[in-house]
Structure formats: structure tokens, C-alpha cells
């Protein structure tokens, strides 16, 4: 009863708000991993990005990353590269492509896909350890991907 | 420049930096007498590294200290309640450890052959299942909760018999088909954000993930005792906690699959003391 409301209340979400995305599944990667269309036509906001980016239970980016922009967030992680810069290094279409799914520009990455919904080996729901009740959804909506992407892009070295 | 050169630059960038970030260069000496191996070149089938370090060596200095004097190990309380179980009567049996086996010390060596093959039943056996086989068929008693204080107190206990002396598991024989099941899964990339223990401990060790410092993912001090928990820790529920964190389904304390990630783990730890137990953040 309460999961069957649920998923109606999503579908009803999902009709309504989201009509023009491009979903997980139909997201067009051109041969260098990059995505040309937005996936939601909807301009990123750069301030939400930086939140996103910096947030455990959503990008946790930092986690890899270390980047001057959210100095004031403890703790920086390096197992990817610095950030700094990246929106000189890489177009917004680059960016879109590596942060929906690094694999399709740096095969066999250790970055995670942050827009795909299915394809994982014992998938969890988050971090419970348990086995998801609903089906997955991808970790980043499509529209926190285009925030990502827009804070990315403010990244310039000069 | 493609986008494949530009990778292969970043990782050859990103080598220096896993050096100069690496484990300390410490030496872990027990109560100013007994020397461990926390550092040895690494086995043969440990393929990806050369050099092989006790996760002691990615700790702060304060977590460090609690590990070299006994007096202050926090795991140490735990171990002497485990010596007071040792001896104590329970199950129908009306038998206690002691009542059957020679003291404590007669374990001695017995957590660097762990986990081995069971001769009778072909099962593969970590140090829970030999505890539980006692409590269950000898002492007519029931089984100790896996990661409960009295089982990984007794782990411990036993396993300090063994301390200083080098991991030695068997990977070939009997154990063969266990370890290829094992390793299978070290190399696995488990759940939503489809990392294998391998991405964190055989590529990134040295490298800091969020606050952590990444070791190897040693098993040799296990179980340890953690600072932030207040507990010994048993080794499932180590690896059950890493599943976990790659948004993933986790296996349960105590399953065949995690019987056989252990024995894989251990063996890349092979030549590595025994430092049971150990101490972490």
C-alpha cells in the first residue's frame, strides 16, 4: 500500500515536472564520452552545483576531488585530480559526459556514474546495505547533473 | 591531445603524489620488545602490489601509540573479559573452554594459518565457526553472535597467541576453488557506485578519500579495535561496512561469500605478523 503510493506519487511528479528530460536510459554519449544536449533544458544553477558537489549524501564529490572553490568544506579527497580549472579543460558538453558518466570518456574509471539507473552489480537502496525496495534511480537527477555541470564550468583557473 | 592521452598523464601525475601521501615509515615494535613484519614485499599472488603494509602504518601517531603498549590498548579489556569466558562453564556439557583445551596459549599459531580448509566437511572455516563448533557440538551451548562482544573477544584472544608471528594462509589445494571465489569478488564493482575493494585498496591506498586515508585493507590485526566505536570490530563486519559504502547489497556477517573474501584477503597479507589487536580511528 504505502510503496504502491509511493511510486504513484513519483509517476505523478515525474509526468508533471519532467516532461522535457532526457531520462538515464536515452542519454545520447558522443564517441569522446560527451553530451551535447542539456537534459533538461533548464539552465544549471551554479550555486545548487556547488552544494551538490560538496555534499555527502549527494555528489560527494570532494570524497576524489580536491577543489579551491569549497575550501571552507573539511576534508578534500585525492583520488581523482584537482578540479581547479576543469571548465577550462573541459566543455560543458565534456563536463555533462563526465559527470552523467565518467566511463564513457575514461573507461574503466574509478569516478562513478551519477546518471544511470541500472546496469550495477547488488545495487543497494543508498546506504543501508540492503537491497532497494523501489526500483533505482539514478544518483543525481537530471536537473542536479545541469547545476553540477554549471558550477563545473565556473571553475577557471584565470 | 585525446582524451586517453589525457588519462594516461593524469595517472602518471598521480604517482608521485601516492608516494609522497603514503604509509609513515614507522617501526612497529609491541611493548618495547616484540618486533612485527607491518612492512615485507609483497606474495607472488598478490599480483598489483610490490610492497605490502599493516594498515597500522596509515594511522595518526596518537592512533599508533595505543597500539604498541598493551597497557594502552582498548582492546585489551575486552581480551581480558574473553580470558574470564575462557574459563567459564556454560551449555548443558557443563564445560567451559578451559575444561577441554590447554590453556589459551596452546593456539598459538593457529590465526596465521586463518581461514583454512575443515578436513572433515571440505567447508572452508574462519575462527568463528571453530569457536561456535566447540560451543554448539562440545559444550551443548548456544552459538556466540558473530560480531557480538563475547565472540570477537575470543576471536581476539586467540588470535593474540598468534601475535608477531607471519600470515601464512593456504590459497592452493582444498583452498583453491574458496580463493578464486574470493578474489573474484575483491575485483567485483559492487553496487550503485560500482566500486571494487581493489579501486580503493590496490589502486588508491595512500590516497585520501574524504577524511580517511586509504590503507591496503589488511586483515592481520583484525579484530581491532575501533576508537569511533568503542568495540572490536570482527572482519565481516568490516567488509560488510566497505560494501555498503558503494551503495550496494551488502552479504551477511557469517555467509560462505564473506568465508571466502576473507581467506583472499588474508593471503594478500601473507608474510605480514599477526597484530591482533590492532586499533583504528
Not at chain 1, 93 to 122: C, H, Q, S
Not at chain 2, 125 to 137: A, F, P, Q, S, Y
Not at chain 2, 151 to 180: C, K
Not at chain 2, 235 to 259: K, L, P, Q, V
Request: hydrophobic letters at 40%; charged letters at 25%; aromatic letters at 8%.
Amino acid at each position: 500500500m504505502k510503496l504502491r503510493l509511493i511510486t504513484l506519487v513519483c509517476a505523478m511528479t515525474g509526468g508533471a515536472a519532467f516532461a522535457a528530460e532526457t531520462g538515464p536510459k536515452d542519454v545520447q554519449f558522443d564517441d569522446y564520452g560527451a553530451i551535447e544536449q542539456s537534459l533538461t533544458g533548464v539552465a544549471g544553477d551554479a550555486a545548487n552545483g556547488a552544494l551538490i558537489v560538496g555534499e555527502k549524501s549527494k555528489g560527494n564529490c570532494v570524497a576524489c576531488h580536491e577543489l579551491t572553490a569549497l575550501a571552507d568544506i573539511p576534508f578534500h579527497g585525492e583520488v581523482g585530480p584537482m578540479l581547479d580549472g576543469a571548465g577550462d579543460r573541459w566543455s560543458e558538453a565534456e563536463l555533462r559526459g563526465l559527470v552523467a558518466n565518467a566511463k564513457m570518456t575514461f573507461e574503466g574509471t574509478v569516478m562513478p556514474a551519477f546518471y544511470k539507473d541500472d546496469g550495477y552489480i547488488r545495487p543497494g537502496d543508498a546506504y543501508t546495505g540492503k537491497a532497494p525496495s523501489a526500483p533505482l534511480t539514478s544518483i543525481l537527477t537530471a536537473q542536479e547533473i545541469e547545476d553540477v555541470v554549471a558550477f563545473l564550468a565556473t571553475l577557471k583557473e584565470q | 591531445m585525446n582524451n586517453k592521452a589525457l588519462a594516461a598523464v593524469t595517472a602518471v601525475l598521480a604517482f608521485p603524489a601516492l608516494v609522497a601521501a603514503g604509509p609513515d615509515d614507522d617501526n612497529l615494535v609491541i611493548n618495547d620488545e616484540l618486533d612485527m613484519i607491518s612492512v615485507t614485499e609483497a606474495p607472488a599472488h598478490t599480483e598489483n602490489l610490490d610492497t605490502i603494509y599493516s594498515g597500522w602504518h596509515f594511522r595518526t601517531d596518537e592512533t599508533q601509540a595505543l597500539q604498541i603498549d598493551d597497557f594502552d590498548n582498548p582492546a585489551m579489556i575486552f581480551v581480558d573479559q574473553a580470558a574470564d569466558l575462557f574459563e567459564t562453564v556454560d551449555g548443558a556439557a557443563e564445560k567451559s573452554c578451559a575444561s577441554c583445551h590447554d590453556g589459551v596459549e596452546s593456539f598459538e599459531g593457529l590465526q596465521a594459518s586463518m581461514p583454512k580448509v575443515d578436513a572433515e566437511s571440505g567447508k572452508l572455516v574462519v575462527m568463528e565457526d571453530l569457536i561456535n563448533k566447540c560451543r554448539t557440538d562440545r559444550m551443548e551451548a548456544d552459538a556466540l553472535k558473530w560480531s557480538g562482544a563475547d565472540m570477537q573477544g575470543l576471536v581476539a584472544l586467540i588470535g593474540l597467541q598468534s601475535r608477531g608471528i607471519p600470515m601464512n594462509v593456504a590459497i592452493d589445494g582444498a583452498a583453491a576453488p574458496f580463493w578464486e571465489q574470493g578474489k573474484e569478488m575483491y575485483y567485483t564493482r559492487y553496487g550503485q557506485l560500482e566500486l571494487s575493494c581493489a579501486n580503493c585498496h590496490e589502486e588508491n591506498w595512500g590516497n585520501m578519500i574524504r577524511a580517511d586515508h586509504l590503507s591496503q585493507g589488511m586483515i592481520n590485526g583484525f579484530p581491532t579495535y575501533r576508537l569511533k566505536q568503542a568495540k572490536l570490530i570482527s572482519r565481516h563486519n568490516r567488509f560488510r561496512g566497505c560494501i555498503r559504502d558503494t551503495r550496494a547489497e551488502t552479504f551477511a556477517e557469517g555467509s560462505d561469500e564473506f568465508r571466502a573474501l576473507e581467506l583472499y584477503v588474508a593471503s594478500r597479507g601473507n608474510g605480514l605478523s599477526v597484530e591482533t589487536p590492532a586499533v583504528r580511528q
